[in-house]
C-alpha cells in the first residue's frame, strides 16, 4: 500500500517525464513491479525461517519499523547531549553509517543488478524510461529508508521548534544524499581497482565487518552516550574532525539555533554542507561513472558460480590441509567429509558472512561484561577482572563460535549438489559427518580456542592450564551436542531456510549444558584437584561422544529430516 502512494505521488509530475521522453505509463509498471519485488525479497530485517507458498508482502514496513526503532535510539542523542553542535554530530554520524549499512547488506543486490539489461531493454521500453525507473527506484528505496531512520528525530526537533524542524529536515536531505554518495564512490573505487570477483569478495567482507560494527555499538554506544567525556566537550578544538561530513551537517543546525554566536568556521561548514552534495554528484558522473556499467556487466558475466570461487584451498593452505587430514582423520570417508568442510567452508561466501562476525562477538561481550557493567576506570575494573575469575566467561564464550559454525555448516544456497552425498555407496554416514566435525574443531574452534587461551595466559599466569584443559572438552562436548541433536545434515547439503520446528525444549536443555558446567567450573576454581579430575573425565566423555557420533546412521539422519 505504501509503494502504491509513492508511486502515485512520483507520477503527478507526469508531465516533467513527458518533457524528457520517458514514458509515464511504462515507469508506472517498471516501478510497480520493482517494488513489489522488494517486498518479497528477504533482508537483513526480515530472513524468513522457512519457506512459505504464501507471499510476503510486508517488507518495507518491517524494515521500516526497525528502523525507525533504531533511529530513536539515535535521538536519544539529540536529548541528551547539551550542545546542539556536538549532538548533531554524533547523530548524523549515526545516521550515515546506519544508512551506509543498510544500503550495502541489503540492498547491494539490487545496486548492481543488470538483469534489467536483458529483460527491460529488448521491449520497446525507451533509454530515458529505463533509466528513469532505476535512478527512481533507487531514490524511493533510499528515501523510505532515511525517512524510518529520521522520524523520530524529526519529531523532537519539530517539537523544539519550527525553525529547528525545517533546519533538521534540509539536514537529513544533505545526509541521505552524501550516504549514496558514499556507497557509490566506494562501489566505484573498488571496481576500477578490482576485477568482478574481488568486489565479491570486497562486499561480503563488508557486511561482516559492518555487522561486527553494529552488534559492539548495540553494547557500547548507550554507555558512551551517558559518559562524562561528552559534557563539556567543545567539538571546534579537534581540527581534524573538519573533514568529516556530519560536522558540515550539524553546522547548519548550529547557524540555526545560535545564529548570534556562530563563528567564520561554522559558516564555512555550512557552506561546504550545501555545496557538498552537488560536488559528489558531479565527482561521481563526471570522473567515477565511466566504464561503471561494463564493470556491473562484468559481474553478471562472472556468474553464479563465481560467487563460490576463492583463492583459498589452493598451492601451500591446500597443502597443509591434506597433511592435517592425513594426521586426524586417516580413513577414506572420514578424510573426505574433512577435506570437503574444509575446502567449501572457504569458499561459501554465504557461509563466511554468518559465522565469521562470530568471532567478533565473544571480544565484545568481554569488553561488555568486564567493563560496561561496572562503575570505576578501566583501569581499576581490569584491575579487578585480573584478581578475579573473568577468565573463565571468555573461555566459554568461544563454545558459542563453535556452535554457530556447527549450525550453518551444513545450509546452503546452492545446496541441490548434495545429490553426490546419496548416491554413494556409504552404509554408515557418520563417518563423513565425523570428518565434518573435525574440520570444524580443527579449522574454527581450535585456533580461537589458544589465541584465547594465549590472552588468559599471559594475564592470569600458568595456573590457568586445567582450565584451558577442561573448557575446551566442555565445548568440544556441547558442540556434539548440538550437532547430535539439532544439526544433522553433511556438509553443505540443507538449504538455509530449512525449518527447523519442534525442538524448543531440546533446545533450551542443550544450552543449560555449558552454561551449568561452566557456573560449577567457577565455584571450583580454586580447587585444583576438582578441576584436574573433571578435565580427565571431560575428556573420556567428549571421546566417548564422539564415537557415538561416528556410528550416526541413515535411519537417525531420515527421522531428523
Not at 561513472?289 to 564493470?295: H, L, V, Y
Request: glycine fraction near 6%.
Amino acid at each position: 500500500m505504501i509503494n502504491k502512494y509513492i508511486i502515485n505521488f512520483v507520477l503527478l509530475f507526469k508531465s516533467v517525464f513527458n518533457r524528457f521522453g520517458v514514458n509515464a505509463d511504462h515507469l508506472r509498471i517498471i516501478l510497480t513491479t520493482k517494488m513489489k519485488m522488494d517486498d518479497r525479497r528477504p533482508n537483513v530485517y526480515n530472513q524468513q525461517k522457512n519457506k512459505k507458498k504464501k507471499e510476503t508482502n510486508n517488507s518495507s514496513w518491517l524494515t521500516m519499523f526497525f528502523l525507525f526503532i533504531t533511529g530513536g535510539f539515535f535521538t536519544i542523542i539529540l536529548g541528551t547531549v547539551d550542545t546542539p553542535y556536538v549532538g548533531h554530530t554524533i547523530y548524523f554520524s549515526a545516521f550515515m553509517v546506519m544508512l551506509a549499512i543498510t544500503l550495502i547488506s541489503d540492498f547491494t543486490s539490487v545496486l548492481i543488478d543488470v538483469r534489467d539489461n536483458y529483460i527491460i531493454l529488448p521491449r520497446p521500453v525507451s533509454e530515458a524510461t529505463f533509466t528513469v525507473s532505476r535512478i527512481l527506484h533507487i531514490g524511493i528505496h533510499t528515501a523510505k529508508m532515511a525517512l524510518a531512520i529520521s522520524l523520530s528525530g524529526m519529531i523532537f526537533s519539530f517539537w523544539q521548534g519550527p525553525i529547528s524542524g525545517l533546519m533538521f529536515l534540509l539536514e537529513v536531505l544533505i545526509a541521505t544524499v552524501l550516504s549514496i554518495f558514499l556507497v557509490n564512490i566506494i562501489y566505484l573505487i573498488v571496481l576500477k581497482l578490482t576485477s568482478p570477483q574481488k568486489f565479491k569478495d570486497f562486499i561480503s567482507y563488508f557486511q561482516i565487518i559492518f555487522s561486527v560494527l553494529i552488534f559492539a555499538a548495540y553494547y557500547t554506544l548507550p554507555k558512551l552516550i551517558g559518559a562524562s567525556m561528552l559534557k563539556d566537550f567543545n567539538i571546534k578544538d579537534y581540527k581534524i574532525l573538519a573533514v568529516v561530513p556530519p560536522m558540515w551537517i550539524a553546522s547548519l543546525h548550529e547557524l540555526a539555533v545560535n545564529f548570534k554566536s556562530a563563528d567564520i568556521l561554522t559558516y564555512i561548514y555550512a557552506v561546504i554542507a550545501l555545496v557538498s552534495p552537488i560536488l559528489s554528484l558531479l565527482l561521481v558522473v563526471k570522473v567515477l561513472a565511466p566504464g561503471f556499467n561494463q564493470k556491473l556487466s562484468a559481474i553478471s558475466a562472472s556468474g553464479d558460480d563465481a560467487t563460490i570461487i576463492s583463492s583459498e584451498g589452493k598451492g601451500a593452505s591446500r597443502g597443509f590441509m591434506n597433511a592435517v587430514a592425513k594426521l586426524v582423520s586417516p580413513k577414506p570417508i572420514e578424510n573426505a567429509g574433512f577435506k570437503i568442510t574444509w575446502l567449501l567452508s572457504s569458499r561459501y561466501r554465504d557461509f563466511k558472512v554468518k559465522v565469521y562476525p562470530a568471532f567478533a562477538y565473544v571480544p565484545v561481550y568481554f569488553v561488555y561484561f568486564g567493563f560496561m557493567q561496572k562503575k570505576g576506570s578501566i583501569a581499576n575494573n581490569w584491575e579487578n577482572m585480573k584478581a578475579g575469575n573473568m577468565y573463565i566467561l571468555i573461555l566459554y564464550l568461544t563454545s558459542f563460535v563453535l556452535t554457530t559454525v556447527i549450525q550453518h555448516v551444513s545450509m546452503t544456497e546452492r545446496y541441490k549438489a548434495s545429490w553426490i552425498y546419496f548416491s554413494t555407496p556409504l552404509k554408515q554416514p557418520g563417518a563423513l559427518l565425523a570428518g565434518m566435525y573435525k574440520a570444524v574443531i580443527i579449522k574454527f574452534y581450535l585456533p580461537y580456542f589458544i589465541l584465547v587461551s594465549i590472552f588468559s595466559l599471559v594475564f592470569w599466569g600458568p595456573k590457568v592450564i586445567n582450565d584451558l584443559v577442561l573448557a575446551f572438552m566442555i565445548g568440544a562436548i556441547y558442540g556434539i551436542f548440538v550437532a547430535l541433536f539439532q544439526v544433522k545434515g553433511f556438509p553443505f547439503s540443507q538449504p538455509i531456510n530449512i525449518k527447523r520446528g519442534g525442538k524448543t525444549f531440546l533446545t533450551f536443555f542443550i544450552i543449560l549444558i555449558p552454561l551449568g558446567l561452566g557456573f560449577l567450573h567457577n565455584w571450583a576454581v580454586n580447587y585444583e584437584w576438582a578441576i584436574t579430575i573433571s578435565a580427565v573425565i571431560m575428556t573420556g566423555v567428549a571421546w566417548l561422544m564422539f564415537s557415538y557420533y561416528r556410528k550416526e546412521s541413515w535411519e537417525s539422519l531420515e527421522m531428523a529430516d
